[in-house]
C-alpha cells in the first residue's frame, strides 16, 4: 500500500540526517579528495516519487556518487537542484535525461523485474521509457553524498571506508526500511557487513539475501546478463 504522507515523512528525516551530518561529511570529502572547494551542505536523497513509493515492497538502490562538478556546490536554495527532485524530474519526463543514460535505462529495469520476476527478460531489456518511468518506485542513495569524477578513483576508494560514511547509509537503511537492497558496489558490501553487530537490521538483509550486490548500472555489461543475474539471485530471497 502506498502511503504518501508516510514517504513524505521519511524523506524529511533523511534531509534532517544529511543536514546533521553536513559539515562532518565535507571535511571528510575534501580531504580525501584533495579539495578547497568551499561547500555549504551534502547532496539530499531519498523516496524519489512519494506518491508511487510502497513502503512495504520498497526497494533502496544504493549507488557510488553523481558524476561531475555541477554537484559539488549547488543551491540548495533551489530544492530542484537536490538530487532527489532532479531524478523525479527525470521519472516523470519533466528533466533532460543525462547525456549517458544507460545507467538509469539498466536500474529502472531492474526494478521492473522485481516488481514482476515472470516477466521476459528479453522483453525488459529492450524497455528505455518505462524503465526510466520505473524509478519514481524507488528510494536512491549515493555512497558518496557530494560527488566525483567521471570514474570512480582512488580518491572514492578513500573515502568509502569511513566510518562516517559507511554509518550514513546504514542511518539511511534504518529510516527507509527498504524490503530489497541493491547495492551497486561489491566492494561495499563488506563495508556493510561489518557494522551487523551493531546494526541489527543489516543482519536481516545479509541473512535473508535481500541486499543484492549488482554491478554497477554503468558498467559495460550487456543488459541481458545483468537482468539474468538478478534473476538468479531474486530466486534466493527468503520473504
Not at 9 to 38: G, T
Not at 63 to 85: A, H, K, P, T, Y
Not at 130 to 147: D, R, S, Y
Not at 225 to 237: D, H, I, Q
Request: charged residues 25%; proline residues 3%; aromatic residues 10%.
Amino acid at each position: 500500500m502506498i502511503n504518501e504522507q508516510k514517504n513524505k515523512e521519511i524523506n524529511r528525516m533523511l534531509k534532517e540526517l544529511y543536514e546533521e551530518n553536513a559539515s562532518a561529511f565535507i571535511s571528510l570529502w575534501k580531504d580525501c579528495y584533495h579539495s578547497k572547494i568551499e561547500l555549504t551542505n551534502i547532496n539530499t536523497f531519498g523516496i524519489i516519487d512519494p506518491q508511487r513509493y510502497d513502503a512495504e515492497n520498497g526497494i533502496l538502490v544504493i549507488g557510488r556518487e553523481s558524476n561531475g562538478e555541477s554537484w559539488f556546490n549547488i543551491n540548495f536554495e533551489d530544492e530542484s537542484n537536490l538530487f532527489v527532485n532532479w531524478l523525479t524530474g527525470i521519472c516523470k519526463g519533466q528533466v533532460k535525461l543525462p547525456s549517458r543514460p544507460n545507467m538509469w535505462y539498466n536500474i529502472g529495469r531492474w526494478l521492473m523485474l522485481i516488481e514482476n520476476t515472470d516477466q521476459n527478460l528479453s522483453e525488459i531489456a529492450s524497455t528505455k521509457s518505462e524503465a526510466i518511468k520505473m524509478l519514481g518506485t524507488m528510494a536512491f542513495t549515493n555512497i558518496n553524498k557530494i560527488g566525483g569524477g567521471n570514474q570512480s578513483r582512488k580518491e572514492y576508494w578513500n573515502l568509502y571506508k569511513k566510518d562516517l560514511v559507511v554509518d550514513l547509509v546504514v542511518d539511511e537503511i534504518e529510516i527507509i526500511k527498504p524490503k530489497y537492497i541493491i547495492l551497486c558496489d561489491r566492494y561495499f558490501e563488506k563495508a556493510l557487513c561489518s557494522r551487523c553487530k551493531s546494526y541489527p537490521i543489516l543482519r536481516d538483509y545479509f541473512d535473508n539475501n535481500r541486499l543484492i550486490v549488482m554491478p554497477h548500472p554503468a558498467a559495460r555489461t550487456s543488459k541481458l546478463k545483468t537482468l539474468e543475474l538478478l534473476s538468479a539471485k531474486l530466486k534466493k530471497v527468503k520473504c
